[in-house]
């Protein structure tokens, strides 16, 4: 076995395939592109995918690049992150997230991800300024803690400053996820 080559491929195989099936009816739902059986549907493999990790989490604690590879770690941190209705396997996740990170086997842009994505879901501002609001008004941030140190801490995590993060979101989400309903609030990431 190389290094490169992940302990379990069929637990990175499985991440993977969550993933990129629940981004694609992410992409569907922005777009007002499924009707309320979709929508149920949608909501019942969200749920599906989270108790999925919730067991490898159990089983393995965070998912890293040694155990499933870096695109699989990638694919983990993408469902805990929109695992929204779950705030107590969002933190969970995170905790376990960070020590992964602590031991080289995570990206800690991942974390702060998924760390800002808990602080909004409970009501607190983000630290790294990662969380916006994508309204048909536009992409706005989601309240930051000390905005004047932002730009420092995410240099500290090796992001980009966030007026370069928000424009990256803002031309996605224009291109991406067309939002033309004045009542819809998705939280988007912002690199």
């Known amino acids: ?30 777009r007002n592109q499924l009707d309320a059986v979709q929508l149920g549907q949608d909501r019942h493999a969200d749920h599906a995918d989270a108790k999925v990790l919730r067991r490898v989490l159990a089983e393995h604690d965070w998912p890293g690049h040694r155990l499933v590879g870096p695109e699989a770690a990638r694919a983990a941190w993408s469902l805990a992150l929109h695992a929204d209705d779950d705030a107590d396997f969002q933190r969970a996740a995170t905790i376990l997230l960070e020590r992964a990170v602590q031991g080289g086997d995570a990206r800690i842009q991942h974390w702060a991800h998924l760390y800002d994505r808990t602080l909004v879901n409970s009501g607190r501002p983000q630290e790294f300024g990662t969380q916006q609001a994508v309204t048909a008004t536009g992409v706005v941030l989601c309240p930051v803690r000390a905005l004047d140190a932002l730009d420092q801490r995410r240099a500290s995590i090796g992001l980009s400053p966030i007026a370069t993060g928000l424009e990256k979101v803002r031309l996605r989400c224009a291109r991406d996820h067309p939002v033309d309903d004045s009542s819809t609030v998705v939280l988007a990431a912002v690199a």
Do not use: G, N
């Open 1 to 30: 076995m190389t290094a490169a080559e992940p302990l379990r491929p069929d637990l990175a195989r499985e991440l993977i395939d969550r993933a990129t099936k629940a981004a694609a009816r992410r992409a569907k739902r922005l």
